[in-house]
């Protein structure tokens, strides 16, 4: 009988990158998709050469109109079921609501929150058919805290996929489903993606006990789910900002957050 297969989205970068390392060192067969075929293919090659796993590579666009559809199929006509879905694609999209257009904020929520629902609900049935289903999330820590001056829709897309993943983790737990769903939340994570939204330079401010690599990270969020834990928050520094966000009252957390945004948010899109 076939391995069972997981799909990672946003798999040629970063955590995206990680989470296939981690799942092919467990002995799953991966579905890549990303935009970059070119660095799915060399990821491909490298996981080939340090294990016994099919992979699947699918460039695409999450957001294009159509995508999750055309994911599915290819993996469907690869002969092939969903049996693991990581939803790591997204990026920052740097400015504010005022100077930023709303086809770019449209793609951004496409692309880090209606495709990864569409994902999820398209993927569901079959699950539920074979009892069996394993479905991380990648929110953020930014979805603890309030909003800020810049990257407007982050953090309440980030709140939003924490809440989803606690809904869908419920309904199964109700149908005593074997299907876990986790919302992953890391803070800063050393990866590509402070390159891609232009905040590489002011990332260097932060102390560097704020920041994990990736690899505790991805460990972190495969432990979560497979022991159908709702929300993983890694790392201790990340754990107590958690718990902190929960019990400052909402006035001190917006006025720490307005003044720290300047060093994390970029603001201009020039």
């Given at each position: ?17 990680e989470?296939?390392r ?56 690869a ?51 074979r ?16 909003g ?30 074997d ?18 939204n232009?905040?590489?330079e002011?990332?260097?401010e ?18 979560a ?46």
């Amino acid at each position: 009988m076939a391995k069972r297969l997981v799909l990672i989205t946003g798999a040629s970068a970063g955590i995206g990158t990680e989470f296939a390392r981690q799942y092919a060192a467990r002995g799953w067969d991966l579905a890549l998709t990303a935009r970059r075929a070119d660095r799915l293919e060399a990821l491909a090659k490298e996981l080939k050469a340090d294990a016994e796993v099919e992979i699947l590579i699918i460039p695409k666009d999450l957001g294009e109109d159509g995508a999750v559809d055309a994911i599915l199929k290819e993996i469907s006509d690869a002969g092939r079921q969903v049996d693991g879905i990581v939803n790591n694609a997204g990026y920052g999209l740097a400015g504010t609501f005022f100077n930023t257009s709303w086809d770019d904020q449209a793609a951004f929520l496409q692309v880090l929150f209606t495709a990864p629902c569409e994902l999820v609900h398209k993927a569901l049935p079959g699950m539920k058919a074979r009892n069996y289903g394993r479905i991380v999330n990648v929110a953020s820590l930014a979805g603890y805290t309030p909003g800020s001056n810049g990257h407007t829709l982050y953090a309440p897309v980030k709140s939003a996929m924490i809440k989803f993943s606690e809904s869908v983790h419920a309904e199964a737990e109700a149908m005593d489903a074997d299907i876990h769903c986790t919302a992953l939340c890391p803070g800063f994570t050393w990866t590509e993606f402070h390159d891609v939204n232009g905040t590489r330079e002011m990332t260097k401010e932060s102390p560097d006990w704020l920041w994990m690599e990736a690899q505790p990270v991805v460990e972190a969020g495969i432990e979560a789910v497979t022991r159908g834990q709702p929300v993983c928050v890694p790392g201790p520094v990340n754990k107590g900002l958690a718990a902190l966000s929960r019990v400052l009252p909402e006035p001190i957390g917006r006025a720490v957050m307005k003044a720290q945004s300047k060093r994390f948010r970029k603001t201009d899109t020039a």
